[in-house]
């Protein structure tokens, strides 16, 4: 070992796995270490403390490891401030520039420690004054103060909860025998522990809430407020509306299983009432939509981004069809939210996953377990996932709520 | 064409596809079709008759399209007795044995057409004086006239319900976006109807009932009367005493999910507490059993058929190791039933559809579409498939049978 | 039946399901049928003819009836124009609307037979003097003259292949149990023979084909001009182009599968490569970009589509980031070509399925059978589904083509 | 806290988790720790001691949370002998008996420590004079010494492996997204590795081998050594004896994927053949099989176990088809194994992994990742699982392992 370097972790870093990680990572990058301090919390609630000195073949060997420990929550214990280069170009980055984690993250600046603004994964740290912003690449301005390296930059990765919850014993798996109504009892608890404190629930939902039958519990759920902000794309806007229009989803009759006839022209011909209407809140005025999940958002004001994509019909005037600019629109939704609901929808699920950061609590619904390993690939390892079918899910979820 | 051969199809073959598989089979290999007479039903109750002149290359090859067709439900219109010929050995068959379809099956013998009894797919039919027998491989006995060839043997396959049912619009198909709680409702109304007329119905079920908390459910419906036959492994059994003994199944509280203190323990717990009573009736005669879908199938008398697997642990005393052994409970256990509800096992419901003729109301509810698709890919093609969450399933179900 | 209409049907009508289809149609809206005429086709080259008086309960009910058979290609036999109504406002449709299917299709206007061009489904028909043109909801303008009702339309289905191919034998299922190799092979066939007869090949292609390892099988195929037009994401090209530039995707070495310390930052540095060379063909002509997939298409001057998604990361220059431009991008880059290779992609793959005629060759291989699904259940009835790994059937597939 | 009492772990604690799942199981059980002691590991070949003081709310709390940790690899440091009981019946198992973990197990009786035989999990130890047996309940006699409560006894969890290998960076996961042929590559790596020792590997294969056309790469690899026992039911010896008589595989021609005439057929010839000839064996040496992978086992002697199911025809008279008794088959057959290769078949690879000692490398290959989902959640944490075609990966490792 030519070169080595000090690094220090602090919290719980055994029960949370932090501990294992960084000792697992360094030697998957054929790296050494050594223990200089270990003070274990005594009891569970104290925390831990660690300083370990990092060996390696020569320093771009150990900056290379401390630059992934550091990812997972490890700090360097000199002090000093984060480093800045100034972006070349409009969406161009400074080599060696720091990529985000969507954990909380803090950089060290002129001194002070700031925190970063609307953390997600992937991203830039620029530095304005006072205020370090998390960016994607497409924000990036020529001149602006990104964040490289590692230095004076510190990740703080959740911490196991202490609490017994759905999130502690589910944590990062999914549901694959377990008792689904005790699940869904939970979960209600969980809605209904997060709307007395305040808190704000994001819905992310799928055309398959239509299509199975569960339009009207969703729509119950959001009249009686425990849907805060709902993200979803043209197709389940035009079924909930097709079915408030004409009773079908896809052409079938929802209340007898039953293919109507031309209620395959049914979609677009509630696409086209909207186009004529305006928007679906002038609908709703003009009493064309009567009731459904669109309804019940725009009399409660809740705001949904409808965010467009290349398989829609239509589409409704309300969708946001630019993919850039419906990211932006997830991330200004999404801000200051405490939980996802996310059902039956890859695409979304995964988009919105992408923008959030990894302390707020993420349920993934979805008759298909590959949607909740594609999440947790993805990096939003904080999710949990029920795998089952929202057909049979809403309704017991909304009976649940409202009892 | 240097060879052809007549044959004649009747009934609704146009609407139940059966002459379009004709016609599909016949090109398929190679060969030639005249269409000698057709006289179509001119209204929907009407059947139709059909004559064709199929050709090909030598006798062989007509030959080999013939037993194709017949298969299909095509008959040869000379009238000629089923050739029989004795097997060679026990479990040996004489070659060009007939080998049976799932489809009712008649054969004429000393000028009389026999119904086959039992029939089941993959068989052998053997003639005993007045009565034809579907027998498997395995039962074959040195000696036993088996019929080979296709001469004076008539299969019929199933025809498109007339009537308006979840049979007839969900025609070997699965339930991928379809209204889940219209589709529970109307399997409620099927079974209804069945229980109403005096039908019988079997269940297949997997332990999963148990672990997602669906046990109570079906244990509700073998105690009001709407469960015939019960066909399920070691496993469900296991499961279900364990839960009745301790409220747990694989360990986990299904009240409220959590892992209880040496849980692991408590299946093989359970299993020695039945040997120690004997068998599961005994155990429920003293009261170690107090309750669950075990329990209530015995209270009622409900005949089941537990039959074992390698993954067993145990087994309970009640479980059939022998895997022929358990098939021939199996035929004994599903003789006469009209309906048959698969639920949430592979194996199980595989090995029971098996048995099956095609004339049997089959549904499979499964989370997995591939349990389906096998049932499905190996000939029980009757069957109609629910993809969706057996734990929301059960409970929604139960509470339409009783409501 | 108090009210009756005539119908006819020609063609393969029979081994091709129709009128199987015509009838089940018949009975499933509680109509009435009386067969008039039936010229069966008495060789397999020959084709059927049939008319059929189709009655309900009221011309309304004939008259829904009717429309659903029209789209399975039954004719009205009066000779009629196509009756024209003009749209109301931009995007804003007529009531009766004929809605496409996406089977070729003829509108008879002024005593003459238009072909409808570029046909696709859920679509309008806009007549403009000699022309009748396929349009979808976006593209309306006020004013335009719209097909409605169903007089004077024609619908071709497609017939079942009277040669065979693997399009015969797999038609409409997946190769579940199928000999992987020999589908492989016979893929190779036809993507040969289509080449001979001077066809065109579209690829649709996912990110995971780059994950897996398959991405030089692809660039080889792209090379020796199996492809005439790739359609993907921005993540397939970005991933491409990060394993060209650092060896890795995702961050992993794909020839060692390890993950390579700092990878996760290389897909944003090459994106923001690309941004600085101005486009992927800039970055190539730069000699940034020295191999791989979206090298081989520039050097070849194979056209692409990359369009964007809410998912996307940067996204590199050459993404389409609005839908509907995407949309329109697809419409015009697979216009023409006679075989779709759709891999390992659901939303690329079902947005190219529904702007595709049903008489395109289409091939989906992904090793979720729920896209194959997904695929049929959305009207691309035609697909045949490859369930198999795409890194190891690419190489393979590569391998037989270039053999 | 009322209760307390001292417990320790050895050995590399954190960078296999077991420090991590030992506060988690106490916090999940509402106890309290008190780290005495804590020696980290200074490097990374050092390993780490531990004495923690664990609290409940009384005895029998602290009792319920110890013998959990037990079963993680914590130690009582008490030197005490184990606990015996005699087994009140046969296969009754006494109150408070030890049920088994799958990792290397120690009993201290009479002062001496006694390794476990043939380890599994969910069974029994039963102390014979010098020796400690695992025995499953099934095997338990009256009488028998069976372990109880958790003293004496010392559990060794796997410990994550220090060298760089498949089996350490795919740790408990499945290949999702992963360069496919670079993977396999490693995997015939490995098996040349264990082969080149002396090692024995073992292969669980399902029919899907034959029906994907990779019959001849198995074979291939059962002929040059590198299979030392297969674990397989009936469906697979039928299917590859069908192919090698017929050259199909469910009536299916392997090389052209055509349905061949009559081929449904073929399997009961299959079996009917070999009844006659008397066994497999004598088959081969009848020379009415000539080639295949059964046709190899029986040339180079390699052991197989073919274990009944209730889905079987037939069945072949080499077929175990107690299940119990197939289970004992296994457990002999797999004693000793290196490595286990579970290819295709989710019931034998479980049944299969049950047995297993957790110290056994084993893949788990199938197209569907519920397959190693299950074995995971069943108790087989060492899986590692490869989500691929079998039809496209036996050719490609052959090859690899033959070059």
Redo the contacts between chains.
């Keep these: 070992m030519k070169a080595m370097r000090e690094i220090e972790l602090k919290g719980h870093i055994?029960?949370s796995?932090i501990?294992?990680k960084v000792?697992?990572r360094?030697?998957?990058?054929n790296g050494?270490?050594?223990?200089l301090t270990?003070d274990?919390?005594?009891?569970?609630t104290d925390s831990s403390y660690a300083r370990l000195m990092v060996g390696g073949k020569d320093d771009e060997h150990v900056d290379?490891?401390i630059?992934?420990l550091h990812r997972l929550g490890a700090r360097l214990p000199e002090m000093e401030d984060v480093e800045l280069a100034p972006a070349?170009?409009d969406?161009?980055?400074p080599k060696g520039?720091y990529?985000t984690t969507n954990h909380p993250t803090h950089v060290r600046h002129k001194n002070e420690w700031l925190g970063v603004e609307n953390i997600e994964m992937?991203c830039l740290v620029v530095v304005e004054d006072t205020r370090a912003l998390c960016k994607?690449?497409?924000m990036i301005k020529k001149g602006d103060h990104v964040a490289i390296g590692k230095k004076g930059i510190r990740v703080v990765p959740p911490e196991?909860p202490?609490s017994?919850s759905?999130f502690e014993?589910m944590g990062g798996g999914?549901s694959?025998?377990?008792?689904?109504?005790?699940?869904?009892s939970?979960i209600a608890e969980e809605i209904k522990k997060i709307k007395k404190k305040g808190g704000k629930i994001a819905v992310v939902a799928g055309p398959?809430i239509i299509?199975?039958?569960?339009a009207p519990s969703l729509a119950k759920m959001v009249k009686k407020g425990y849907v805060d902000v709902l993200l979803a794309g043209n197709a389940l806007a035009v079924h909930d509306i097709e079915y408030d229009l004409y009773g079908t989803?896809?052409g079938?009759n929802?209340?007898?299983?039953?293919?109507v006839?031309?209620g395959?022209?049914n979609?677009?011909?509630a696409?086209?009432e909207i186009?004529?209407a305006g928007s679906i809140a002038k609908a709703v005025e003009q009493k064309i939509i009567k009731g459904g999940i669109m309804y019940e958002c725009v009399k409660k004001n809740i705001p949904f981004v409808l965010?467009?994509?290349?398989?829609?019909?239509?589409?409704l005037p309300d969708v946001i069809?630019?993919?850039?600019a419906?990211?932006d629109a997830?991330r200004v939704a999404i801000k200051d939210v405490d939980m996802v609901l996310m059902m039956a929808t890859?695409?979304?699920s995964?988009?919105t996953g992408?923008r959030l950061s990894s302390h707020v609590k993420t349920i993934c619904i979805d008759?298909?377990?590959?949607t909740v390993?594609?999440l947790m690939?993805r990096g939003t390892a904080q999710v949990i996932g029920i795998?089952?079918?929202v057909?049979?899910?809403l309704?017991?979820l909304a009976e649940k709520l409202l009892e």
């Design positions: 055994i029960d796995q501990l294992t000792f697992d360094i030697m998957d990058m050494e270490f050594e223990v270990f274990i919390g005594k009891r569970k290379q490891i630059s992934e070349p170009a969406r161009v980055i520039f990529s992937d994607p690449l497409a196991r202490r017994r759905i014993f999914t694959s025998e377990r008792p689904s109504e005790t699940l869904i939970q398959a299509h199975t039958g569960a989803s896809l079938m929802i209340k007898n299983a039953e293919l006839s031309e395959h022209k979609h677009i011909y696409i086209s186009i004529q965010a467009g994509s290349i398989r829609d019909d239509g589409p069809t630019d993919a850039m419906a990211q997830i890859m695409l979304h995964i988009a992408n008759i298909n377990p590959a390993t594609k690939d795998v089952t079918d057909g049979t899910f309704p017991m």
